[in-house]
């Protein structure tokens, strides 16, 4: 049994959701300000998720799968090793954004 609810509360959050739609699709054509602290977190997101993919492209077309276990280990620490490095290098880009957005703006460059 389907219940429709037809009181005013129930009918005002169903005409609220369409105007929200509406307003949310003006907003998603709208470029939004960003927080340096923000985009460099993207970019962190990004630059990992790039290091998987081409990493796992790499490894299917090498058919790396049909390599010895040897070149496996040294492609899989490789790819260990990269990983760390870009993980690294976003973390201290995220907390150089972080700490210049603490900092009064008097003291800013």
Known sequence: MVTIRTTPRYIWRDELAVSVDRHATKVMHMKLPTSPTRRRFLEFLTSVAAVHVIAITAYYALDLAQTPARQQRF?????????????????QRIKRARRAAARPASLRR
């Open 75 to 91: 492609f899989a620490w490789a790819w260990i090793a990269v990983t760390i490095v870009v993980v690294l290098v976003g973390l």
